[in-house]
């Protein structure tokens, strides 16, 4: 059986410079640990918010590394210098414009700055690429939220079977007939 990649891309200029320690990043691995049975590598980035340094990871972890799942997390706001949106719109085919709407609106329940997240998300070949904000709050708050749809949509673009630990997270699949 082939292993299962997960890519965890941080994109931030103070994190990637070493000014702070990549705590999102390591949220994500943590959680991701705890949702999934399921044994798989990680595979890390942290890099500042240059849109064509992102496009680029993005897709080796994509194309050559063979990421199923794909989190990022910074780059989602408003600020200047924040384009990890653009570059996951510019490398993926197809947009799954839901994720955004759920975590936003979960996010909401935290921050009424959440509406200054633009985090999407889409689907680059098979791979699942998904955007969190930078905060390291708000890692949990968000996967918390759309984790249960993500083994299904991994499974529809002929990605691994991720089972998850049901105590922890819900996956839905729905029942084929
Ligand atoms: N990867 C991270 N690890 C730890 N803390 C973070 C991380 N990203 C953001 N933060 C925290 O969230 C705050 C607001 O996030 P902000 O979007 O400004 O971060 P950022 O995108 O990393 O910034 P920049 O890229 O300008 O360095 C930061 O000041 C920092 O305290
Ligand atoms: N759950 C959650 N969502 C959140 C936040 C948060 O703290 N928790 N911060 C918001 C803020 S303050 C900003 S500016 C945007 C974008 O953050 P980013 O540029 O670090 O991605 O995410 C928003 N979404």
Same mark, same amino acid.
């Given at each position: 059986?082939s ?8 994109? =931030? ?5 070493g &000014?702070?320690?990549d ?6 691995? $943590?959680?991701?640990k705890?949702?999934l049975? *399921?044994? @798989?590598e990680p &595979?890390?980035?942290?890099?500042? $918010?240059d849109?064509?340094? #992102?496009?680029q990871?993005?897709?080796e972890?994509?194309?050559h ?7 990022t997390?910074?780059?989602?706001? /408003?600020?200047? %210098?924040d ?8 490398v ?6 839901? @994720?955004?709407?759920l975590? %936003?609106?979960? *996010?909401?329940?935290? &921050?009424p700055?959440?509406?200054? *997240? %633009? ?7 098979? *791979?699942?690429?998904?955007n969190? /904000?930078?905060? /390291?709050? =708000? ?7 759309? @984790? !249960?749809?993500? !083994?299904?949509?991994?499974?529809? #673009?002929?990605? /691994?079977?991720?089972?998850? $630990? +049901?105590? &922890?997270i819900?996956? @839905?699949? +729905?029942? =084929? =007939?």
């Amino acid at each position: 059986m082939s292993q299962i990649k997960i890519g965890i891309v941080t994109a =931030s200029d103070r994190a990637s410079a070493g &000014v702070y320690a990549d705590i999102s990043g390591q949220a994500i691995l $943590d959680t991701l640990k705890a949702y999934l049975v *399921s044994a @798989f590598e990680p &595979v890390y980035r942290c890099i500042p $918010d240059d849109q064509q340094g #992102i496009e680029q990871v993005l897709m080796e972890l994509a194309d050559h590394e063979g990421c199923c799942l794909i989190v990022t997390t910074g780059g989602t706001g /408003p600020a200047l %210098r924040d384009v990890t949106p653009e570059a996951t719109e510019n490398v993926c085919e197809k947009m799954l414009p839901g @994720f955004g709407e759920l975590m %936003r609106q979960v *996010s909401l329940q935290y &921050v009424p700055t959440a509406i200054l *997240s %633009r985090q999407t998300a889409g689907i680059r070949g098979k *791979s699942l690429i998904l955007n969190l /904000p930078g905060k /390291p709050a =708000s890692i949990r708050q968000c996967l918390d939220a759309v @984790f !249960p749809a993500i !083994p299904y949509c991994i499974d529809l #673009i002929e990605g /691994p079977y991720l089972e998850c $630990d +049901p105590q &922890v997270i819900k996956a @839905f699949r +729905p029942k =084929s =007939s």
